[in-house]
């Protein structure tokens, strides 16, 4: 819909949103009533596109700007010859742009209270959008019971979900398609709200870029455009240790599989060496697994400090199947205390255990990850892990997981993955992504190791924490959908070939700069 290239992985919330709206009138041409009419049109070329053969149409209107917009689709869709029913709820704000909306539907208009729609109609849902801030109830809740066997076009957002949160406020439309205006909103991505939206249409109703740019977006969608640019693809004169050397730390003798399956997946994931640091008493066990992947013995911090002074890894994991307690907290400083110049540690994926040591003591690893110089750090825990290092946090029922993320991001001086079915990436400096391509397929055990193997080898890549944490959970993403039902975690690492085969492709085609 005549968006520009990379636009549509901006993210506004709707305070950016009505800020961006309020500039672009400012700015002109369009006044307020204008990019109403443009937002009502392109609802209404999507209803006519795709339900081409609509006996009735029910357009429910709010009182609001949402409102507003339903008014134009009603008018729009009536002038095409289509049956519109008009439903309101409550009357546009004297002088508004709805009320001027309403006024130009000459429509006859029915309340919301006696709405009834005959199975095979279609409902366009303009009840609320940016605006809602309570839950929904009354004749808005009982439209939503009515219309759950018809087919429902959604008018920005599902009346009921939180454009802020992706929260359901009370009960909330489920939509095959919702057209939303000129930038998508983290409702549109975050779960519950994602899917209420069914197929979420990005319409360009007039707001300029240079518009939107003033608003200093630091929300996107993961999707590769966000990262491709910085994407490593190895140079033709590349020997092993130019591309990167990963190290995973192992656990004892009966939980090395993590590790392993970590390291096998930096490997896939372009890393040209790995090595498995490991217990001597799980010496054996590893040696008996690896063939490409080297082997070294690290009990101590100070073997730590040997492997990095001899071998010069420039990412490591620390956590899969590790061991909680003080030896993870202990290799984990010792990392984070080395450099990062003249060809020093890069990063630390903490994953797993190494999270959960650091229950009580979180601040000492922000500390240590905030040093100027210290190795990037990315923190990768599910919804458990995070409330064990940020319980205030997660308990903080005003934040979004959007919002949640970016303040245990700032507090710990780290790129946090908060995983999950719509996992969010954020960084110190608030740059935040929301990831969407998931798959349940990928709720198995183990996957989580395979994800920190693939952010750890784009790290010792060279590629920036925030970037390789978005390009990690994409790919691995990517890849466990793609496989399908029948997913193991051992069948990720080969399953990423693919996806990574794509990447190098369309990287070679990106320009350099
Ligand atoms: N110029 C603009 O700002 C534009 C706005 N647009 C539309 O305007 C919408 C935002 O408009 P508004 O800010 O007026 O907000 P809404 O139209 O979403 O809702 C605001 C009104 O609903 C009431 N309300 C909120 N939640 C309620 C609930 N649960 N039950 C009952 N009443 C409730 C509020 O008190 C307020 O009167 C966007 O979603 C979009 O559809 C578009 O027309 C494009 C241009
Ligand atoms: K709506």
């Given at each position: 819909?005549?968006?520009?290239a990379g636009?549509?992985l901006?993210?506004?919330?709707?305070?950016?949103?009505?800020?961006?709206?309020?500039?672009?009138?400012?700015?002109?041409?369009?006044?307020?009533?204008?990019?109403?009419?443009?937002?009502?049109?392109?609802?209404?070329?999507?209803?006519?596109?795709?339900?081409?053969?609509?006996?009735?149409?029910?357009?429910?209107?709010?009182?609001?700007?949402?409102?507003?917009?339903?008014?134009?689709?009603?008018?729009?869709?009536?002038?095409?010859?289509?049956?519109?029913?008009?439903?309101?709820?409550?009357?546009?704000?004297?002088?508004?742009?709805?009320?001027?909306?309403?006024?130009?539907?000459?429509?006859?208009?029915?309340?919301?209270?006696?709405?009834?729609?005959?199975?095979?109609?279609?409902?366009?849902?303009?009840?609320?959008?940016?605006?809602?801030?309570?839950?929904?109830?009354?004749?808005?809740?009982?439209?939503?019971?009515?219309?759950?066997?018809?087919?429902?076009?959604?008018?920005?957002?599902?009346?009921?979900?939180?454009?802020?949160?992706?929260?359901?406020?009370?009960?909330?439309?489920?939509?095959?398609?919702?057209?939303?205006?000129?930038?998508?909103?983290?409702?549109?991505?975050?779960?519950?709200?994602?899917?209420?939206?069914?197929?979420?249409?990005?319409?360009?109703?007039?707001?300029?870029?240079?518009?939107?740019?003033?608003?200093?977006?630091?929300?996107?969608?993961?999707e590769p455009e966000l990262w491709l640019s910085n994407f490593p693809t190895?140079?033709?004169?590349?020997?092993?240790?130019?591309?990167?050397?990963?190290?995973?730390?192992?656990?004892?003798?009966?939980?090395?599989?993590?590790?392993?399956?970590?390291?096998?997946?930096?490997?896939?994931?372009?890393?040209?060496?790995?090595?498995?640091?490991?217990?001597?008493?799980?010496?054996?066990?590893?040696?008996?697994?690896?063939?490409?992947?080297?082997?070294?013995?690290?009990?101590?911090?100070?073997?730590?400090?040997?492997?990095?002074?001899?071998?010069?890894?420039?990412?490591?994991?620390?956590?899969?199947?590790?061991?909680?307690?003080?030896?993870?907290?202990?290799?984990?400083?010792?990392?984070?205390?080395?450099?990062?110049?003249?060809?020093?540690?890069?990063?630390?994926?903490?994953?797993?255990?190494?999270?959960?040591?650091?229950?009580?003591?979180?601040?000492?690893?922000?500390?240590?990850?905030?040093?100027?110089?210290?190795?990037?750090?990315?923190?990768?825990?599910?919804?458990?892990?995070?409330?064990?290092?940020?319980?205030?946090?997660?308990?903080?029922?005003?934040?979004?997981?959007?919002?949640?993320?970016?303040?245990?991001?700032?507090?710990?001086?780290?790129?946090?993955?908060?995983?999950?079915?719509?996992?969010?990436?954020?960084?110190?400096?608030?740059?935040?992504?929301?990831?969407?391509?998931?798959?349940?397929?990928?709720?198995?055990?183990?996957?989580?190791?395979?994800?920190?193997?693939?952010?750890?080898?784009?790290?010792?890549?060279?590629m920036q924490?925030?970037e390789?944490?978005c390009a990690?959970?994409?790919?691995?993403?990517?890849?466990?959908?793609?496989?399908?039902?029948?997913?193991?975690?051992?069948?990720?690492?080969?399953?990423?070939?693919?996806?990574?085969?794509?990447l190098?492709?369309a990287r070679q085609k990106v320009p350099i700069g």
């Amino acid at each position: 819909m005549g968006l520009p290239a990379g636009a549509n992985l901006e993210i506004l919330s709707p305070a950016e949103m009505a800020e961006a709206d309020r500039l672009a009138i400012a700015a002109g041409p369009l006044d307020g009533y204008g990019l109403m009419q443009r937002a009502g049109e392109a609802v209404a070329a999507v209803v006519l596109a795709r339900y081409p053969a609509a006996s009735r149409v029910h357009v429910l209107c709010g009182p609001g700007n949402n409102g507003g917009d339903g008014y134009v689709v009603a008018r729009v869709l009536a002038e095409a010859g289509v049956s519109v029913a008009v439903w309101a709820e409550g009357e546009p704000r004297a002088g508004s742009d709805a009320a001027i909306a309403l006024a130009r539907c000459r429509l006859e208009r029915r309340p919301l209270e006696a709405f009834i729609a005959e199975p095979g109609s279609l409902v366009v849902d303009a009840l609320y959008g940016a605006g809602l801030s309570r839950a929904l109830s009354g004749d808005a809740a009982r439209a939503v019971e009515i219309a759950a066997g018809l087919s429902v076009v959604a008018v920005d957002l599902p009346s009921g979900v939180s454009g802020e949160s992706g929260e359901i406020l009370g009960t909330a439309f489920c939509a095959a398609a919702t057209v939303t205006f000129a930038r998508k909103k983290p409702g549109h991505l975050l779960l519950p709200g994602r899917e209420h939206c069914g197929e979420v249409m990005l319409a360009d109703i007039g707001i300029r870029n240079e518009v939107i740019e003033q608003v200093a977006a630091r929300t996107f969608e993961n999707e590769p455009e966000l990262w491709l640019s910085n994407f490593p693809t190895p140079a033709v004169d590349t020997h092993k240790y130019k591309r990167g050397h990963v190290s995973v730390f192992s656990g004892g003798p009966s939980a090395t599989g993590a590790a392993r399956l970590s390291a096998l997946a930096a490997a896939r994931s372009g890393a040209g060496a790995v090595t498995v640091l490991s217990p001597a008493n799980a010496m054996q066990v590893n040696a008996a697994h690896l063939t490409s992947i080297m082997l070294r013995k690290a009990d101590t911090v100070e073997d730590v400090q040997e492997v990095i002074g001899d071998r010069r890894p420039s990412a490591f994991v620390l956590g899969p199947g590790f061991g909680i307690g003080d030896k993870a907290r202990d290799f984990a400083l010792a990392v984070l205390a080395r450099k990062r110049q003249d060809g020093g540690v890069e990063g630390l994926v903490l994953d797993a255990d190494g999270i959960t040591s650091f229950r009580n003591t979180v601040s000492t690893l922000s500390e240590a990850a905030g040093r100027p110089d210290a190795p990037a750090l990315i923190i990768t825990p599910h919804e458990g892990e995070f409330g064990r290092l940020f319980p205030d946090i997660l308990g903080d029922k005003k934040l979004s997981k959007l919002a949640k993320a970016r303040a245990a991001a700032a507090r710990a001086n780290a790129v946090i993955v908060y995983k999950g079915a719509d996992t969010v990436i954020a960084a110190p400096d608030s740059r935040a992504a929301i990831n969407a391509n998931g798959a349940p397929w990928l709720a198995t055990a183990g996957s989580g190791d395979v994800l920190s193997g693939i952010s750890a080898a784009l790290l010792a890549q060279g590629m920036q924490a925030f970037e390789s944490a978005c390009a990690a959970v994409w790919i691995h993403a990517e890849a466990g959908r793609r496989f399908g039902p029948g997913l193991t975690a051992e069948d990720l690492p080969l399953a990423l070939v693919a996806v990574l085969r794509e990447l190098v492709e369309a990287r070679q085609k990106v320009p350099i700069g």
